[in-house]
């Protein structure tokens, strides 16, 4: 008995805003091709309760504006390749019916996905009850683990914790790799927040954030004009250690923390040098330590 060979005429890919949720993009390609099909580059926007789909509260989300601007991209880039693709957001507080409807409407044939994105891709569209959700989609699920190389370089705003921003650039560079620029920030005003808020004086709780903020922002654009791939992501906790390995662990493709064993002077050098033991004993990948030139 000859078993048919399937057909596809509808590809769907579902997509975060992350590029290794983006790798699948390849596979479907591939496919698409091969079966002269059309491709459905879906994008789900910022509309997940993080907690609630039991997400990693720092997980960051595309908006729709972003999510619409980059599906224009690639779909132009595709285009360009020749292929034939559509696109659609999706923003919905359940992604996952939200697809199960797409997919019926779009008469899809396959979906292709990552596993990995910026919380895991299964977890991100089907919620916590993976398997059950997987058993009730009415197509074939291609699903794509990537390798990926991001480098995670916390720093503190000060010139010592930044010297070992050249170390992950070479890194990054030998391998590809992406390099988040990660800060703790601990409101210096937390302890009187309620009492400044109350006084009209929010702005100066806010303040040294944005300023944080912008250096972070300056940072990342001096790696993208030397040619490597970064970003900045901020993190409001009393506990910097804890928090950059909840990051390194929820992070999908973190490959390695490089840090400076110091921080800023006085008191602060001993705590960046505690955060970094501390971080060395608790992640699982390598971790790399920069000591910074005293001159």
């Not at 990537?146 to 650039?169: H, N, R």
Request: charged fraction near 20%; proline fraction near 5%.
């Amino acid at each position: 008995m000859r078993i048919p060979t399937p057909v596809y005429q509808n590809i769907l890919v579902p997509l975060d805003g992350s590029d290794v949720a983006e790798h699948a993009i390849g596979f479907a390609v591939d496919l698409a091709r091969r079966h002269q099909a059309r491709l459905l580059l879906v994008c789900i926007a910022d509309s997940l309760d993080a907690e609630k789909a039991q997400l990693p509260l720092a997980v960051e989300q595309i908006t729709c504006q972003e999510a619409q601007a980059r599906l224009e991209t690639l779909r132009q880039q595709l285009r360009d390749e020749g292929v034939e693709v559509t696109t659609r957001v999706i923003e919905s507080s359940e992604p996952g019916a939200a697809l199960e409807r797409l997919i019926e409407a779009e008469s899809v044939q396959l979906v292709v996905m990552s596993t990995q994105g910026w919380a895991g891709m299964l977890r991100w569209v089907f919620g916590p009850d993976i398997e059950s959700a997987l058993n009730s989609l009415a197509v074939p699920l291609l699903l794509v683990r990537p390798t990926t190389y991001k480098i995670v370089v916390p720093l503190d705003g000060s010139s010592w914790s930044e010297s070992a921003i050249p170390q992950a650039k070479e890194i990054a560079r030998a391998f590809e790799a992406e390099i988040i620029l990660l800060h703790v920030f601990q409101s210096p005003a937390s302890d009187y927040a309620p009492q400044l808020a109350l006084a009209g004086q929010q702005d100066a709780v806010e303040r040294p954030y944005e300023e944080m903020r912008e250096i972070l922002i300056g940072l990342r654009n001096t790696l993208r004009r030397e040619g490597v791939r970064a970003r900045e992501h901020i993190i409001r906790s009393n506990n910097p250690a804890q928090a950059i390995v909840d990051f390194v662990e929820s992070e999908a493709g973190v490959s390695m923390v490089v840090m400076s064993t110091h921080g800023r002077t006085g008191i602060s050098r001993l705590l960046m040098g505690s955060v970094a033991q501390k971080v060395i004993k608790s992640v699982r990948c390598p971790v790399t330590l920069v000591h910074p030139n005293r001159d």
